[in-house]
Nanobody, 113 residues
Framework: QVQLVESGGGLVQTGGSLRLSCAGV????????MAWYRRVPGKQRDFVAL?????ATDYAGSVKDRFIISRDNAQVWLQMNNLKPEDTAVYYC?????????WGQGTQVTVSS
């Protein structure tokens, strides 16, 4: 069973940057979509960004022009710039393939004001 493993989270000040990575993507075949979600305790998991195998991207309005999703052969990345306190959440990597949905365990991002 393929596992997705996120890393790169941490504590950063307002205006700072972090780069999240999601390892394990290279082991998945038949990928339809790669994405990042985030969840604040007590709230539902929210969409952040997606990337298709063809290279199309989409972003939540709150992160557009600040976050960039990308990939290489093995990982999916989320470059987060100009971070704000409201970006504080656990960030999850998601990969949808033709026969299975994969989720990582999450990585905490905390933005201090």
């Amino acid at each position: 069973q393929v596992q997705l493993v996120e890393s790169g989270g941490g504590l950063v000040q307002t205006g700072g940057s972090l780069r999240l990575s999601c390892a394990g993507v290279g082991s998945i075949s038949g990928i339809n979509i790669m994405a990042w979600y985030r969840r604040v305790p007590g709230k539902q998991r929210d969409f952040v960004a997606l990337l298709t195998p063809a290279g199309a991207t989409d972003y939540a309005g709150s992160v557009k022009d600040r976050f960039i999703i990308s990939r290489d052969n093995a990982q999916v990345w989320l470059q987060m710039n100009n971070l704000k306190p409201e970006d504080t959440a656990v960030y999850y990597c998601y990969v949808g393939s033709t026969d299975h949905d994969y989720w990582g365990q999450g990585t905490q991002v905390t933005v201090s004001s």
